[in-house]
């Protein structure tokens, strides 16, 4: 018997949750859920499968070979599970929510699944959670996105935060005006995501490199961007990171990378990714997109998306309940003390012993002991 099914193996990149653990991911769940919540962003529940064509082709999100796919014996169509609700709520959005009044403020919280892992950690679902604003992109809803991010973290106990902001439009910006190419924009961008200033400079791009440089520390990062001077192209940009600037930084430190486009595949003006000390990966990632229309118009948006394994992995919402043994035939004290929020854990024979029960606390005769 050492097959892998009859061994209980599970394949690559999926794991069992355990106690604490499982607990602690739907604590951390609960709380930022009531964070976004309080500030009016209701709580939307897409499915975890779609169509494959309305996952890829309602925001840029994922590339089919990303996708975790099958085809349905039903319909006989190709269905995917979800890589990112994002999509998801776009869709909702510009379909059966397309009559509301916007702004319209959307919640999430569910798993997602990626056929290849994330680059940080060999997971290939994770639970994602996260807030979408439909309607605007401007700096004022993005600062509102980004200040709720951060506050929903710090109230589930994150601390040593750190804030990348990024303009992931910037290249294709700077192109259409003040430094025009003739080489690629995709080979600019490669050239850029390498860090390469001898390749920006063989393809006729020298200019560019300036933007390495400006990556670091939102102050120097802000004066370097302001030095480049570009014939106003950038004002408002630089004006819009100064605010975010602003924003984040009581909650974190801040840095400016200009370039930066990993993970922002559908991202327009602004993204913003948040790490902490302590925990692998990123905790969260967002910024402005544009959501499409069944009819080929496209609506402007803001949203973020919070990975809650990582928080967990790092301990996380692991607050641990005091569990209460109850003695056999101590059954009717047990209702009153699990009104006022203690965990009762009842012996069902002589043998169930408060060690063996992992309890810490145990009734008798119908008073509380500390053990
Ligand atoms: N869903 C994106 C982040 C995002 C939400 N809204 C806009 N961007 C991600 O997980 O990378």
Redo the contacts with the bound molecule.
């Keep these: 018997m050492t097959d892998p099914i009859s061994k209980g193996l599970l394949p690559e990149g999926f794991r069992d949750r355990l106690p604490p653990q499982a607990e602690a991911a739907a604590d951390l769940l609960r709380t930022l859920l009531d964070q976004v919540s309080a500030h009016g962003y209701e709580r939307v529940s897409p499915p975890l499968v779609e169509f494959e064509d309305s996952l890829v082709t309602r925001l840029s ?1 994922a590339r089919p070979q990303d996708l975790l796919r099958f085809v349905d014996p039903l319909s006989q169509r190709t269905l995917a599970l979800r890589p ?3 999509a998801q709520v776009g869709r909702i959005a510009a379909t059966r929510m397309a009559h509301i009044a916007r702004p319209l403020r959307l919640a999430y919280g569910g798993p997602v699944l990626r056929v290849r892992p994330a680059q940080v950690g060999p997971q290939r679902e994770a639970m ?1 959670m ?1 807030a ?1 604003l439909i309607g605007s992109d401007h700096v004022d809803a993005v600062a509102e996105l980004l200040g709720i991010a951060l506050e929903a973290l710090a109230a589930a106990g994150l601390a040593d935060m750190s804030v990348d902001l990024t303009l992931p439009d910037l290249v294709g910006t700077l192109a259409a005006g003040p430094w025009p190419v003739t080489a690629p924009l995709a080979d600019v961008q490669t050239a850029l995501d390498g860090k390469d200033a001898a390749a920006l400079q063989a393809l006729g791009a020298a200019q560019y490199s300036t933007l390495i440089e400006a990556a670091g520390p939102s102050d120097s990062a802000l004066a370097r961007l302001k030095a480049l001077n570009v014939s106003g192209a950038l004002n408002t940009r630089i004006a819009g990171l100064e605010r975010l600037v602003a924003t984040a930084a009581p909650h974190a430190a801040v840095t400016i990378d200009p370039t930066e486009r990993h ?1 922002f595949e ?2 327009t003006w602004i993204g913003f990714s948040v790490f902490a000390a302590g925990v692998r990966g990123e905790v969260g ?3 402005t ?1 544009l959501v499409r229309h069944p009819g080929g118009g496209e609506e402007t948006a ?4 919070l990975y809650v394994d990582g928080l967990v992995d790092a301990g996380l919402g692991a607050s641990r309940r005091r569990r209460l043994f109850v003695p056999l035939g101590e059954a009717a004290h047990a209702a009153k003390l699990r009104a006022e929020g203690w965990t009762t854990v009842a012996a069902l024979t002589d043998a169930d012993t408060p060690t063996r029960l992992r309890c810490d606390y145990a009734l008798a005769n119908g008073e509380l002991v500390k053990l």
């Design positions: 999100s990112d609700i994002t994602q996260g979408e993970g559908y991202q990632r967002g910024g997109y803001v949203g973020f998306s």
